[in-house]
Each structure stands twice: as structure tokens, then as C-alpha cells.
């Protein structure tokens, strides 16, 4: 499959103005990316991980031609998003936040037929796309098609952004947070889609926070933290990088927080011990070994003549990943 | 991807809205009477309506009627070619507009269209039915013209407002601030309700610089019977055309440099 989207050495820094008092102000610089690389290729969905301000919507509006960045070049079916940017807008689907970006006294049959417009749509053929799309959307369903925009659910409109990028059926899709919000039903649909669409050769950059859905949706991930790509690779090989900490999940019924605690200090690399709602005591304990330090733990528990709920050994997460290279020891900054 | 599409899409947009606002609806139909209404009590609680038809040259209901309208028309242009893109940007809708591949000019250049032909229908409810009742099947002839005539100074107002557009934007900052300072000074400065002539000299060359201030100056000439001469005519609507053709390419170019401005800083999502 061909190269959809590369980035290389992309940098932006912002520059904003604060105001420090009635006259002065000083200026403020954020360095959002630093020398930022990268390439989606056809059939695959790539996604864009990092803490709030990590550079992702940078990224995004950049590849999307909405931003120039200051230095390195990004290409779009190889068309240039600075020397190009019209050729690369006939060529992508962009959805930003699912919150806003229609008119609300317009239906969603309307500004679909509105952005359709400024797509170059026109006559039957973009009235049959969005009947496809409205099915495809399952907004039909929901009697969200004759709707007014304003009166649309969370769920509504992101299934209607998510229409919109794809009016033009365009090979490239660059989706921010799409899911972001969403109840579970719509989320689901939207992540089925996402997939479905790679399958038929779309290229996708999907940024999201949630873990779990960027290990399902997923085919790559572009771990990104203060500017920079610290870490590249599918789930499982990001997940094969880290230290192989598994671990040991116990819940405990009629115990005492506070004794468990006391029980198992010493055990393992990391622990954790809380309470849940249903007022059962959680242990999380972390060892590269979980055989060798898996009697200590029950030991500890049952030794205090408490009851062993549930005990299961978890593998890392991509959560895990997240987190051991956002902070400063992964990502070395 | 032609024009015609996006004054299509525009139009639809425009429609939609008005005709769900009803208050909008309301205003458009109703804005040159309610205006005419106010400036009348203010103006016969200082002096009579014959002191101003001595002065003036024509009825006071006449002239305030007429000047609502042209005024609803320029303006009305002038707003959405500014207004739009803060609009644009406060709903979001920004981002995916800049993002699609449309010819900004041509999209530009189609916004205020809509609205201008909801505004000169309008004429039909304000300008007509006032002149027809004063001056009979003549008056009908003469709003016809007055409605022609001030779709023309709208259609010309468009090329300024784009320049304005460019130079506002260009400068950055919280420009809905300036839009607010230059919209009133704009309503001067068309001679809309203060005719030209009658603005202090600087005010007058600053006036003649507008393309659209010469149309208005005619259809006042057809209203008060001040020299309405087809040579003065034609050399006001000349002198106007002239403007247009000249601010043109440079409204262009500002709408080139606005997106280009955008782009660099970042459109906001």
C-alpha cells in the first residue's frame, strides 16, 4: 500500500500575546511540535497518542492545510500541504470536534448539502451520497436527517461529522478525538467504521486519548509528548518495549484496607490498594515475575483471614505504554 | 465546481436561517418602516414634515422609507462579507470551510448575494406600495429604478467591504472591535440619510471614494427632483462603476491575503 500522508521534521512554535497589565503585554512561546515525522499509508489507521498539549491537533491541522508550520514539509497523496493546499483539500476528510462546525437552524440534510457544495458536489450525486451516508451513519434511524442541528444529541452530531468528512469519499481521513464524549453505542459505530474504512483502503490519522480504543482501532501508533514522536509502533510491539511489568489484580472481600497494605509492603516493584464501590479492597501489585511473589500475595491476604474475591494476572497495557513514556523516564525529557 | 453550486448552497443556508428566525423574517419586512417611524416622531417633535419637503425636495416618509431600504441593502452586504467569518469561526464551521477545496473568492463573492435578494424583494413591501401611493403608476416607475438602482450600490459595496475585510484581518486582533467603529462610519459616509453634499469637505472626499455613495447620490436626485438628469445620472453610476472595477481585484487580493493570514496563525478549531 502507498504512502498517504508524510510528515517530516515538522516544528511550530506559537507565539501569544499576554496581557500584563493595561498597556504592557509579553510575549508567550509554546514550542507545540519539534521536528515532528511520520507517514500513514493506505489501508491503515495511524494513531496520534499524547498528553493534552502534546502536538496532536498541531499535527492534525497542519496535515489538514489550516496551519503552516514553521519548518519540514507534510505531504498528502503526495501533493505539498504548503505548496499545494488546494490539490490536498480535493484529497482529505477532516473531522476536528464533534461538539460544533454545523449551522444549527440547518437539518443535517442541509448542511450536508451545504459542505457537499463546497466540495464540488452537486445534483444527484451528492443527494445519493448522503442517503448513503445518513444509512451508512445510521442517522436515518435515529431521525436525525430532518432534524435541526441545534436540537442534535452529542452522538447525532459526531456521527454527522464523521458524515461529512466522508461526502467526498476522499482517500485520506484525519479524525481528532471523534469519539470523544460519546455515549458507548455511538462510539462503537464510529470505531467499527473507522476500521471498515481502512479495510477499504482509506488512510486514517485518528487521535484520541482513549487507550482502549486506540488498541482496538488501531493498526499503528505515533506516541507523541512535548513536540516530539517518543515512540512508534503497533500496540503489541509499543506494549513488547516496556518493562515487562505484569500485573497481579486481587480483590478482597471483608478486609481491611489499611492491615492489606501494611501485609504487602515490600512485595513486587509497585502496589496499590483501594476500595471499590462495592466496598471490596483492590490490590495491584506489579512484577516482572508474578509466579515468584504470587504466594507472598495470597499469603498476606489469607494470612489476615480475609477472603479472596477474584485474583487474575493482567499483561501491560497500552495504557502501561502511555504512561512509561509520557513521563520523563520514557520519554527521556 | 462552479459558482452557481456554491450561490446555490448559499442561498439555501441564508433561506433556511431567515425563514426559521421568524424575528428575522420580521425585521426584514418591517426594518425601513420601524426606522422610518422613529426618525418621523423625532423629527416632528423639532419641526414640521412641510419645513423638511421645503428643504429636502420630496415627503419625509418618502425619503426615510427609501433610505431604510438602501441602507438594509449596502449594509446588509457589507455585514455579511465582515461579519461572516467570525460567524464562521464562533461556530466552528470555519475550519471545514477553509479546509474545502472552493475558490474563496467565488464563496466570498456568493455570501452576501442571498440576502441582497431577500432585502430588494423586500423593496416590494417598503419603496413600492410608499411611492405607488404618492405619486401613482409614475412612482411604481421610479421604485423599480430606486430598487434596481440600490441593487447596484450593494452589489459595488461588496469590492469595499472586501478591501476593509483584508485590511481588518490583516491587522489581527479582536477585529469585531473595528467592524463596530467602521459600520456607523460607513452610514455616514454613503450619504444614505445625510446626503453628501452636506458632509464637510475631508467627509465629502472620503464619501467619493465609496463607489456605492454615487448610486445613492442618484437615487436621491430621482427622489428630491435635484437635477435628475440621464447625463448626471450616468456619469454618477460611471464614476461609481469605475471605483468598483478599480477596488475589485484589490478585494481579491484581500481575500487571498486574509486566508493566506488565517492559515499562517492557525484557523481556530
Not at chain 1, 466496598?279 to 504470587?294: A, C, F, H, M, Y
Not at chain 1, 491476604?301 to 512509561?324: H, K, M, Q
Not at chain 2, 424575528?23 to 416622531?41: D, K, Q
Not at chain 2, 438594509?72 to 452586504?77: H, K, N, P, Y
Amino acid at each position: 500500500m502507498g504512502v498517504a500522508i508524510e510528515a517530516r521534521g515538522l516544528w511550530k512554535t506559537y507565539r501569544t500575546k499576554k496581557r500584563k497589565g493595561l498597556f504592557r503585554s509579553q510575549v508567550e512561546v509554546v514550542e507545540a511540535l519539534r521536528g515532528v515525522s511520520f507517514h500513514v499509508r493506505h489501508g491503515e489507521v495511524v494513531g496520534l497518542l499524547g498528553p493534552n498539549g502534546a502536538g496532536k491537533t498541531t499535527t492534525i491541522k497542519i496535515v489538514s492545510t489550516l496551519l503552516l508550520p514553521d519548518k519540514g514539509e507534510a505531504f498528502v497523496e503526495g501533493y505539498s500541504v504548503v505548496r499545494e493546499a488546494r490539490e490536498v483539500r480535493k484529497c482529505i476528510g477532516l473531522l476536528l470536534t464533534v461538539e460544533k462546525g454545523f449551522y444549527g437552524k440547518l437539518t443535517g440534510r442541509e448542511n450536508l448539502e451545504y459542505f457537499g457544495a463546497l466540495y464540488g458536489l452537486s445534483g444527484s450525486v451528492l443527494k445519493e451520497r448522503i442517503d448513503y451516508l445518513m444509512k451508512l451513519l445510521e442517522l436515518d434511524k435515529l431521525g436525525a436527517v430532518d432534524r435541526l442541528f441545534e436540537e442534535y444529541s452529542l452522538g447525532m452530531k459526531a456521527r454527522l461529522g464523521l458524515a461529512r468528512a466522508l461526502l467526498k469519499d476522499p482517500p485520506v481521513l484525519l479524525l481528532d478525538e471523534p469519539t470523544l464524549g460519546l455515549d458507548p453505542p455511538s462510539a462503537r459505530k464510529i470505531r467499527g467504521l473507522v476500521r471498515d474504512l481502512a479495510r477499504n483502503g482509506k488512510a486514517v490519522l485518528y487521535t484520541t486519548h482513549n487507550m482502549f480504543e486506540a488498541e482496538i482501532v488501531c493498526d499503528r501508533i505515533l506516541l507523541i509528548n512535548k513536540g516530539r514522536i517518543v515512540v512508534e509502533g503497533s500496540p503489541e510491539e509499543l506494549k513488547a518495549r516496556i518493562p515487562r511489568l505484569r500485573t497481579i489484580a486481587v480483590l478482597v472481600k471483608n478486609g481491611s484496607r489499611d492491615v492489606i497494605e501494611e501485609s504487602i509492603k515490600g512485595i513486587g516493584v509497585w502496589r496499590e490498594v483501594a476500595t471499590t464501590p462495592e466496598g471490596l479492597i483492590s490490590i495491584r501489585v506489579k512484577t516482572e515475575n508474578p509466579e515468584e511473589i504470587l504466594h507472598d500475595v495470597v499469603k498476606a491476604i489469607v494470612g489476615n483471614g480475609y477472603t479472596i474475591a477474584s485474583l487474575r494476572v493482567e499483561e501491560p497495557t497500552l495504557e502501561d505504554v502511555f504512561i512509561y513514556f509520557s513521563t520523563s523516564e520514557g520519554s527521556g525529557g | 465546481m462552479g459558482f452557481l453550486d456554491i450561490l446555490r448552497a448559499e442561498l439555501r443556508f441564508v433561506y433556511a436561517d431567515v425563514f426559521r428566525r421568524k424575528s428575522v423574517l420580521f425585521m426584514f419586512i418591517a426594518y425601513p418602516y420601524i426606522l422610518t417611524l422613529f426618525i418621523l416622531l423625532v423629527g416632528y417633535s423639532m419641526g414640521s414634515a412641510s419645513v423638511f419637503v421645503e428643504r429636502v425636495g420630496v415627503d419625509p416618509a418618502i425619503f426615510f422609507i427609501t433610505s431604510g431600504f438602501i441602507l438594509m441593502a449596502i449594509l446588509g452586504v457589507g455585514d455579511d462579507i465582515l461579519w461572516r467569518p467570525l460567524f464562521d469561526e464562533w461556530l466552528g464551521t470555519l475550519p471545514y470551510i477553509i479546509s474545502s477545496p472552493v475558490s474563496r473568492v467565488q464563496h466570498y463573492i456568493s455570501i452576501p448575494i442571498p440576502r441582497l435578494l431577500l432585502v430588494l424583494v423586500s423593496g416590494s413591501t417598503s419603496v413600492v406600495p410608499v411611492l405607488l401611493y404618492y405619486y401613482g403608476l409614475h412612482g411604481l416607475v421610479e421604485g423599480v429604478a430606486i430598487i434596481l438602482l440600490t441593487a447596484i450600490a450593494a452589489i459595488f459595496f461588496a469590492s469595499i467591504a472586501m478591501v476593509i475585510m483584508g485590511v481588518l484581518y490583516g491587522f489581527g486582533g479582536e477585529h469585531w472591535r473595528a467592524i463596530n467603529v467602521i459600520r456607523p462610519l460607513l452610514l455616514v459616509l454613503l450619504g444614505v440619510y445625510y446626503p453628501k453634499y452636506l458632509l464637510p469637505l475631508s467627509g465629502y472626499i472620503v464619501s467619493s471614494l465609496i463607489p456605492s455613495s454615487h448610486i445613492v447620490e442618484a437615487i436621491q436626485r430621482i427622489l428630491t427632483g435635484y437635477n435628475p438628469s440621464l447625463q448626471i445620472m450616468f456619469m454618477l453610476i460611471g464614476v461609481a462603476t469605475a471605483l468598483f472595477i478599480l477596488y475589485t481585484p484589490i478585494g481579491v487580493k484581500s481575500i487571498v491575503y486574509w486566508e493566506k493570514r488565517k492559515v499562517g496563525e492557525g484557523v481556530k478549531i
